[in-house]
């Protein structure tokens, strides 16, 4: 990526940012805005971005237009300028727009051709610890970097199955209803969980392939946990969506009872060990979670660019506040050995004293950006 441009994002009423480093380090203090640069980064893959906040919400206050982001490649398939924004429309709402070079497009997932992105956040911290929610998220999100359809197959899950707790919710079962909902719900569930399966599958094949024993980054040794998940592995897809629907017809009474359908994707779980300590990543130390999380990252930008042929964009937010001295040196030295563009922010900007050569530091501001280099 070599241009950034925003209008009336965040806190930016309007900026014009040059890039060209392979490394490009965000300092400023807290506040500043440095994070709403990559979330704007972030729009340019399906979903809400990496704080998956509402697209009205990103308006800067003040402005009621709307607002535009827009980026510009230059990589071996050409120059491209992709954008991505909101609207008002004639009765009043926003309404979401895609542009490539200025044509427009159906949804971000037309982006998938030129560009993924990938990113970790602090809110990602408490991944192994938390809630299986919340690592079904992170897992989705991986998978959505390699198959930018995953999202729209997750979407018509929900769907689906809201509409069956509704149906169940009901004084009187309409059976006949329950049976069609519930082949939808088998349907969209299985290709969830066949898509969420391969991607883990190949992640781990992945890590296997290339860990090193002595990085400061620990490998992971990932699966993914439920019973929809077990079957795929011994019978084919229409054999589980069988079963499934199975499953379903049997467990009425109990997922009346309990509101909601207990069984599916919707409670699958994603399972990390620390693989040189053969641990759960759960019972790890809070820096051995850390390391453990960026070696993920790192190694599912290796598997985007891997099955896709796209080096991806990389977003790392607040990611050296707390490394030590020498991961941060060894997380640098990894990064610039992706071949991927890199956006990092960071407080302190001593903690970018060794970054490589040829990398572009700036210095956010509300709703400004400075390159350090080139300023006077």
């Known amino acids: ?107 971000t997932a037309a982006f998938a051709e030129r560009l993924r992105v990938v990113w970790l956040t602090p809110a990602s911290d408490g991944l192994f610890t938390g809630a299986a929610g919340d690592r079904r998220r992170f897992l989705d999100r991986l998978v959505l970097a390699v198959d930018s359809e995953h999202g729209a197959r997750v979407n018509a899950l929900d769907r ?12 009187r079962m309409d059976h006949a209803w329950l049976d069609a909902v519930e082949r939808e719900v088998a349907e969209t569930a299985v290709a969830v969980s066949a898509a969420r399966r391969e991607t883990v599958e190949r992640l781990a094949a992945l890590i296997g392939a290339t860990r090193d024993e002595t990085s400061p980054f620990p490998w992971a040794d990932v699966a993914l946990e439920g019973p929809i998940e077990v079957e795929l592995g011994r019978l084919s897809a229409i054999d589980v969506e069988d079963l499934y629907r199975e499953w ?102 001593a903690a970018f004293a060794g970054l490589p050569a040829g990398r572009e530091i700036f210095e956010v501001t509300p709703g400004a950006v400075q390159n350090l280099q080139l300023r006077p």
């Open 1 to 107: 990526m070599t241009r950034l441009v925003l209008s009336d994002f965040r806190s930016y009423p309007a900026l014009d940012l040059d890039v060209g480093a392979q490394l490009v380090a965000l300092t400023g203090e807290n506040g500043a805005g440095k994070t709403n640069l990559l979330e704007a980064l972030s729009l340019f893959t399906p979903g809400r971005g990496l704080r998956r906040a509402d697209l009205p919400d990103m308006v800067r206050s003040g402005a009621t237009a709307g607002f535009a982001v827009s980026i510009h490649l230059d990589d071996q398939n050409g120059p491209a300028q992709l954008g991505v924004g909101i609207e008002r429309t004639d009765e009043g709402a926003f309404a979401r727009r895609c542009r490539i070079d200025r044509a427009p497009v159906s949804s």
């Open 248 to 349: 379903l017809r049997e467990g009425r009474p109990r997922d009346k009872a309990a509101g909601r359908t207990l069984v599916g994707p919707q409670a699958a779980d994603l399972v990390v060990r620390h693989g040189p300590k053969d641990v759960a990543a759960a019972t790890a130390s809070t820096g051995e979670q850390k390391a453990l999380l960026i070696g993920l990252v790192i190694a599912h930008a290796r598997l985007v660019a891997a099955m896709t042929g796209i080096v991806p964009l990389v977003l790392l937010d607040e990611i050296a506040a707390h490394l030590d001295p020498r991961r941060r040196v060894a997380l640098y030295e990894t990064l610039a050995g992706l071949g991927a563009q890199v956006w990092m922010t960071g407080a302190d900007a």
């Open 160 to 171: 689906a199955l809201r509409s069956r707790n509704r149906l169940l919710a009901e004084d």
